[in-house]
Nanobody, 120 residues
Framework: VQLQASGGGLVQAGGSLRLSCASS????????MGWFRQAPGKEREFVAA????????YYHDSVKGRFTISRDNDKNTVDLQMDRLKPEDSGVYYC??????????????WGQGTLVTVSS
């Protein structure tokens, strides 16, 4: 089982990026999928998650109103649209599933990560 993340890059503050994560199987189509991030020298933290039927979304307070998570169960993908980016959003972003809670211990599988760098 693989979760392949892509879409990271370098962007100026105030800009946008869209991350995408593709699953190699339909394993996660019935589970919540989400995104976490890890800044240099900091612990990995929860960013956003969406349940399997897309009727519930969850966001870290710091990204509410700026980030939007979406998923396509037919394509086995989960995306993260990131707008009005700030330097503190920089880090390696990991897709994950299942995501039972914002706690790292409650994540089943991790993707390999994609680097987001927001310059000031």
């Amino acid at each position: 089982v693989q979760l392949q993340a892509s879409g990271g890059g370098l962007v100026q503050a105030g800009g946008s990026l869209r991350l995408s994560c593709a699953s190699s199987t339909r394993t996660f189509s019935r589970y919540a999928m989400g995104w976490f991030r890890q800044a240099p020298g900091k612990e990995r933290e929860f960013v956003a998650a969406m349940n399997w039927d897309r009727d519930s979304t969850y966001y870290h307070d710091s990204v509410k109103g700026r980030f939007t998570i979406s998923r396509d169960n037919d394509k086995n993908t989960v995306d993260l649209q990131m707008d009005r980016l700030k330097p503190e959003d920089s880090g390696v972003y990991y897709c994950a599933s299942p995501v039972a809670s914002p706690n790292l211990a409650d994540v089943g599988y991790w993707g390999q990560g994609t680097l987001v760098t927001v310059s000031s």
